[in-house]
C-alpha cells in the first residue's frame, strides 16, 4: 500500500480545532493534494466522533476522487464526551467493536472502505485472536485493504503481528521524541516490514521554551543558509532521512506551511549534519 510521503493529519480540522466550514474543509482537501499530500489521517474521536462525519460531507463536495486519495481512521478509544455513554476512557478491541466502529467510519466518510485501519492505542485486555477475526472479516468484506496499530511496542506488534499481518505502526516521533530509535520499536518495524508513521513530528520545539529546544534552534539556525530551508523543513527532513522509511503526520492546516513540509521531502542532510541536529537535542555527544 502507498501513501504520500507526508500525511495530513485532521484532529485539529474540525471541533477540535479550526471548526473549518465544509467548504473550507473541500478546499483544504484539495489544496493537499495539489501539493502531492493525498493521505488524509483521521480516527474516530477526533472532534468528539464528529470531525470524520465533517470530512466525508467535505470530500462528497470536494470533486476529489476517492481512488486518488488514502483515508486512514483509528478505533479502539472509547472517549468520554456527549457522543458517548461512557463512564470512563478506556479501549475496546473486541471483534464486533471493530467491526461496528469500520462501519461507522465508512458511513462518517463518505467511503466504501478504508485504505487503513489502525488500532489506536494498545489496551491490555486485547485478545489478539479477536483482533484477527475481526480484521479478517474487514477485509474479506472489503471495508479494509491495510491493517496496522499506533503506539505499540515491539512485543504488542509481535503479539498482534502473530496472528494477521501489521503493515503500518503510527508512533510518536520527532527530534525531541525520538526514543524509538533506541528501544527497539524503528529496528523491529524494519526488520518486519512495518511501514512508521510519525504522529507530532516538530515534536515540542515550536511548543516549549527550554534548554533542549533553545539548543536546537541554535543549531538549525546554523543550517538554515547552507540547506535554504526553515527550521520546520530541516525537523522533517531529519526524520525523513531515517533509513525506515518513516511517513511524518503534519497537523498544520496553514497552506503556506504545508506547502513548505512538502519540500522538506527534497531536502537530503549531510550525514554530520544529521548528527549535529541530534545532538543538540540530547545535549551531548553520541556514545
Same mark, same amino acid.
Given at each position: ?97 471493530? *467491526? ?5 467510519? #465508512? ?7 478504508? %485504505?487503513? &485501519? !489502525? /488500532? ?95 539548543? *536546537? ?5 546554523? #543550517? ?7 527550521? %520546520?523543513? &530541516? !525537523? /522533517? ?51
Amino acid at each position: 500500500m502507498t501513501y504520500s510521503r507526508l500525511i495530513a493529519g485532521t484532529m485539529t480540522w474540525g471541533s477540535w480545532g479550526k471548526q473549518f466550514s465544509k467548504k473550507e474543509m473541500a478546499a483544504l482537501m484539495n489544496f493537499c493534494v495539489e501539493n502531492q499530500i493525498t493521505s488524509f489521517d483521521h480516527a474516530d474521536i477526533y472532534g468528539a466522533y464528529t470531525t470524520e462525519t465533517d470530512f466525508g460531507k467535505a470530500f462528497s463536495e470536494s470533486g476529489l476522487k476517492r481512488e486518488d486519495i488514502q483515508l486512514i481512521s483509528k478505533c479502539g478509544i472509547q472517549y468520554v464526551c456527549d457522543n458517548r455513554q461512557n463512564t470512563v476512557k478506556h479501549y475496546n478491541y473486541s471483534k464486533d467493536y471493530i *467491526i461496528w466502529s469500520v462501519e461507522n467510519s #465508512l458511513k462518517h466518510l463518505k467511503t466504501d472502505y478504508l %485504505d487503513l &485501519l !489502525l /488500532l489506536h492505542r494498545p489496551s491490555p485486555l486485547m485478545v489478539a485472536e479477536e483482533i484477527a477475526d475481526a480484521i479478517t472479516v474487514l477485509k474479506k468484506d472489503g471495508k479494509i485493504r491495510d491493517f496496522g496499530v499506533s503506539n505499540f511496542t515491539p512485543s504488542q506488534m509481535d503479539m498482534i503481528g502473530l496472528r494477521t499481518d501489521i503493515n503500518v505502526n503510527q508512533i510518536e516521533f520527532s527530534l525531541t521524541a525520538h526514543t524509538a530509535m533506541h528501544n527497539g520499536t524503528l529496528d523491529f518495524m524494519t526488520t518486519n516490514g512495518i511501514k512508521p508513521m510519525a504522529w507530532s513530528p516538530l515534536g515540542s520545539v515550536f511548543r516549549e521554551d527550554t534548554e533542549q529546544t533553545r539548543r *536546537i534552534h541554535k543549531q538549525l539556525g546554523l #543550517l538554515m543558509d547552507k540547506y535554504n530551508a526553515t527550521e %520546520d523543513q &530541516l !525537523l /522533517l527532513a531529519w526524520i525523513l532521512k531515517h533509513p525506515a522509511h518513516i511517513h511524518p503526520v503534519i497537523g498544520t492546516t496553514t497552506k503556506e506551511r504545508i506547502k513548505q513540509a512538502v519540500k522538506a521531502a527534497s531536502i537530503t542532510l549531510d550525514l554530520e549534519d544529521w548528527f549535529l541536529i541530534l545532538v543538540a537535542a540530547q545535549g551531548h555527544k553520541v556514545p
